[in-house]
């Protein structure tokens, strides 16, 4: 029996370690993704690129991939209507923020956000959807 005990400890060891950590809200993060969206919703796509982190704007090399990017394959941040942040939290050492978005059809659409601090101030390092829905159905 002790080493079953142990043999499932040794095997739910990396499940603990991989275990999420809720974080308080972090306005400044908040912030960051609010203005890189309010940036897309005036295709100020110059603007957007600067929130950006250095290997997503080396990933797509100008403002202007990066803006098509978006349009085509974040359509919900292109054009976002109703944002909410829900939670924060750390995901291997990065803060991780879920933002909540009712886009301008009335579709639900849930994504993760990975942030990274660089000098001092948050840049988002990659956009994860997580789900899309109709309200209301």
Request: glycine share 8%; aromatic share 10%.
């Amino acid at each position: 029996m002790p080493r079953l005990i142990f043999a499932l400890v040794l095997l739910l060891l990396p499940l603990a370690a991989t275990a999420q950590e809720r974080l308080p809200d972090n306005p400044a993060i908040q912030q960051v993704i609010q203005n890189q969206m309010d940036a897309f919703a005036t295709r100020n796509v110059f603007t957007a690129w600067t929130y950006a982190s250095p290997t997503i704007q080396q990933l797509f090399g100008s403002p202007l991939y990066f803006g098509a990017m978006v349009e085509q394959g974040y359509p919900m941040v292109w054009t976002p209507g109703e944002v909410s942040f829900l939670s924060l939290r750390d995901e291997g050492g990065r803060p991780v923020q879920q933002v909540q978005i009712v886009d301008s059809t009335g579709r639900l659409h849930i994504l993760d956000y990975e942030m990274v601090e660089i000098d001092g101030n948050w840049r988002i390092a990659g956009v994860t959807i997580l789900r899309g829905q109709s309200l209301g159905a």
